[in-house]
């Protein structure tokens, strides 16, 4: 009798900028960025260039010891992400500037968009559909651990 092989299923990941920031103090979006980086974590260059851009803002507002965490271990994880070459962007948003994170979901065809963002929590489905993102779930970080653990 032959053994079927496991496969295993990877799951892509955009994550919002915010959640990379909320990390930095753990709890729930710390673990919602290791688990995330542990499947297969997305970025695009635009998210990239926010990210590393927030450094000087996040200096003002964080402890030294918060700011070493992100200077030291948060945006080498951000340089190791894989990009996702955006070739058109989507404009579904309330706040245009959230779709830079709906267009590369739609590039790698990513399954989770983790944000704490209620303008891209709000976007249903149905309008999701629309745009060839029906596999996408934008949640926030605590039902995307609920949701990866299955």
């Known amino acids: 009798m032959r053994k079927s092989a496991k496969r295993s299923i990877t799951v892509k990941i955009i994550l919002d900028a915010n959640?990379?920031?909320?990390?930095?103090?753990g709890g729930i979006?710390?673990?919602?960025?290791?688990?995330?980086?542990?499947?297969?974590?997305?970025?695009?260059?635009?998210?990239?260039?926010?990210?590393?851009?927030?450094s000087h803002p996040l200096s003002k507002r964080l402890s030294p010891?918060?700011?070493?965490?992100?200077?030291?271990?948060f945006l080498p994880l951000i340089a190791g992400m894989k990009v996702a070459e955006v070739s058109h962007s989507l404009h579904l948003s309330r706040d245009p500037k959230d779709d830079m994170y709906?267009?590369?979901?739609?590039?790698?065809?990513?399954?989770?968009?983790?944000?704490?963002?209620?303008?891209l929590l709000s976007i249903t489905k149905e309008k999701l559909k629309t745009v060839g993102l029906e596999r996408l779930s934008i949640v926030t970080p605590r039902v995307f651990l609920e949701r990866a653990k299955k």
């Open 19 to 25: 959640i990379f920031v909320s990390a930095v103090f």
């Open 29 to 54: 979006p710390a673990q919602a960025v290791v688990r995330a980086l542990r499947e297969d974590a997305w970025i695009s260059s635009d998210i990239q260039k926010e990210l590393y851009s927030l």
């Open 65 to 73: 010891e918060k700011l070493k965490i992100w200077n030291e271990e």
């Open 102 to 119: 709906l267009s590369p979901a739609k590039t790698v065809s990513a399954d989770f968009l983790v944000t704490g963002d209620l303008d």
